[in-house]
């Protein structure tokens, strides 16, 4: 499993990128893209290269653990997936690209889409340093027209995007990103009830055009779920003294909360349950709420079951598992 954490090149890049910046006036920056995002709006507030920097060292972290984590999560399900190309949609400040370059050996071609310019100068300037990066394609426009002008690739990402546009647009761009894939589309969203309904709708209309779920679901069925309660996963990741500064932060962690789906052209050979919530460890046994071929179950393991009991005591929310 790949690190969720950034890899050095790009920390050191960002890191002395920060060199001579306000830190206080890069916190605030942060502060109010963060309350943009969260308040329903987009990267239209992020218009200057400082605001691109600020925000790429607010949110790049957590983003690039959140993908890092799903692409686990599809390599453990397709341990042979090998992709040669990627097609980043929404890319920003290219956050997805270097967490896919970092989990696939494999990939030579990357084409990046975004409208935002500030962000795509930011990006170029990030991906100029990198041995794997620096060959990047970056086309500057609307996703949906992007996307349609787009070579098809082996590997499509959507990540934190399709939370940026209406409804009606978003089944379109849904669709277009289907069509240039060529074999798996992988969709990151926040982790919260709106990110999870956004997630379950491209998942249901992307199976009725003959898509099949490799992760994190078993099944290609209605997700068996029912409100309040949503799919959605944490990837725990390392601040650096700078991310501390600018998220006002105290803790030397963060615990991102994210929604995702692997959707593929060929059903994958085997489709594992999933853990959907940290496992509770009891003196006699072990209690696992797991989504199965069958839907919502909830595992018991006793400990007088030495072996099946020490399997399940590894178990993690997000995990693959083999039911015992």
Avoid at 11 to 29: I, K, P
Avoid at 213 to 226: F, K, Q, T
Wanted: hydrophobic share 45%.
């Amino acid at each position: 499993m790949v690190s969720p954490d950034l890899p050095a090149e790009l920390r050191a890049v960002l890191n002395a990128r920060l060199e001579g910046l306000s830190r206080n006036d890069a916190a605030g920056r942060a502060a109010a893209i963060s309350r943009t995002y969260r308040e329903g709006g987009g990267s239209g507030t992020i218009r200057t290269e400082t605001d691109a920097l600020a925000y790429a060292l607010a949110r790049m972290p957590a983003t690039y653990a959140a993908v890092v984590a799903s692409i686990n999560a599809l390599t453990e399900v397709r341990p042979d997936f090998a992709p040669t190309s990627l097609l980043d949609v929404g890319a920003g400040p290219g956050t997805a690209s270097w967490a896919a370059a970092e989990v696939f050996p494999s990939l030579q071609d990357f084409t990046l889409l975004d409208a935002n310019d500030a962000l795509r100068t930011l990006a170029l300037e990030l991906t100029r340093r990198s041995h794997r990066l620096r060959g990047v394609a970056y086309e500057l426009g609307q996703a949906r027209t992007c996307v349609a002008h787009a070579d098809a690739a082996d590997l499509v990402i959507g990540s934190y995007v399709i939370n940026e546009i209406g409804d009606t647009e978003r089944a379109e761009l849904a669709d277009a990103m289907w069509e240039k894939t060529r074999d798996t589309l992988l969709v990151v969203e926040p982790g919260t009830p709106a990110g999870y309904a956004r997630i379950i709708s491209l998942r249901a209309r992307l199976i009725a055009a003959g898509a099949h779920v490799a992760a994190p679901c078993p099944h290609d069925g209605p997700c068996p779920l029912v409100a309040p309660d949503w799919c959605h996963f944490s990837q725990r990741l390392q601040r650096s003294r700078a991310h501390k500064q600018l998220k006002g932060a105290e803790l030397p962690f963060e615990d991102e909360r994210f929604a995702y789906v692997a959707l593929t052209r060929a059903p994958a050979a085997t489709r594992p349950a999933r853990v959907l919530a940290q496992p509770m460890v009891g003196k006699v046994e072990i209690s696992a709420k797991l989504c199965t071929a069958e839907g919502v179950a909830i595992a018991k393991v006793p400990r007088r079951a030495k072996a099946d009991y020490a399997l399940a005591r590894r178990w993690r929310w997000g995990d693959a598992v083999d039911t015992p």
